[in-house]
């Protein structure tokens, strides 16, 4: 992608309430899967954190603590820091520019490293290995990952997504990586339909005709509308075969 194709995708999402499937409910289960006592201060990475809908579900269950928000791009993190301040959380909540692959964390120092719906921009394999060091002994991982929800599916969705992310994989398979990597997982489980359509796509669709507005229906504003349609499509079709799966795992 080019660096214009990147503005334009930033420029679609940014003032989003969120930039991928979810909900506070889901990352509050999950954030209660780990034996973290919510009562310290802990310390937190949001890796991928967007414009942060999951930083702040996490700072307002985790009171004391501070959470480092990650993302590549500025937008994303100006867009956080302004609701940061307006809901007065920026004394906890900090914001990194950096790339999920070259984080400048030192090592050992987080008891939860959280990431949902972004891991996939290096792999789910790699982000669990290079990450293991920055968490103390003890410390969780919470990841959400696409994921194949039953054994088998119609050739047309196993394509559609082998071609555009050939991580894909079961559940036991994933869990399978994560107890190669020497993590101990603590739970699994899927996002529900209402986290993409009512939280993530719906919204998506709403937004169409003004961003193509804005862009005044140039080439690039509408191949980004088709692709997202397509996309959209194929989950509404296919939304019984892939989620997100919601991943928790102790480093041991
Ligand atoms: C699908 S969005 C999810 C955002 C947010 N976690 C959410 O669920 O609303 C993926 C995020 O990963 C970020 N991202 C992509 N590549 C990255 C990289 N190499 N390093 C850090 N963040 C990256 C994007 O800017 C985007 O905010």
Request: net charge negative; charged share 20%; with cysteine.
């Given at each position: 992608m080019t660096e214009e194709d990147f503005k334009l995708l930033v420029d679609f999402h940014?003032?989003?309430?969120?930039?991928g499937p979810g909900s506070d409910t889901e990352t509050e289960k999950a954030l209660s899967l780990t034996n973290l006592d919510f009562e310290k201060p802990l310390k937190v990475a949001d890796i991928g954190?967007?414009?942060g809908a999951q930083t702040f579900a996490l700072a307002t269950v985790l009171e004391k603590t501070e959470i480092t928000a990650v993302d590549l791009f500025n937008a994303f993190l100006m867009q956080l820091n302004l609701k940061a301040v307006q809901n007065n959380f920026d004394d906890r909540i900090i914001t990194l520019k950096e790339s999920m692959d070259q984080l400048s964390f030192d090592e050992g120092v987080f008891d939860l490293i959280w990431s949902e719906?972004?891991?996939?921009?290096?792999?789910f394999k790699k982000g669990l290995e290079d990450w293991k060091k920055y968490l103390k002994l003890g410390g969780y991982i919470a990841v959400s990952e696409i994921t194949w929800l039953t054994n088998s599916r119609p050739k047309e969705i196993e394509e559609y997504w082998n071609a555009a992310?050939?991580?894909?994989?079961t559940a036991s398979n994933k869990l399978g990586v994560i107890e190669e990597l020497g993590y101990q997982p603590v739970g699994y489980f899927p996002l529900k339909q209402e986290s993409w359509l009512d939280n993530y796509y719906g919204p998506i669709e709403d937004r169409f005709e003004a961003f193509l507005e804005e862009n005044n229906h140039s080439e690039k504003a509408k191949n980004l509308v088709t692709q997202e349609k397509e996309e959209i499509k194929m989950y509404k079709q296919f939304k019984d075969y892939y989620s997100y799966g919601f991943y928790i795992a102790k480093k041991v």
């Open positions: 940014v003032n989003a309430d969120r930039q954190c967007g414009s719906g972004a891991i996939y921009n290096i792999g992310y050939p991580e894909i994989d």
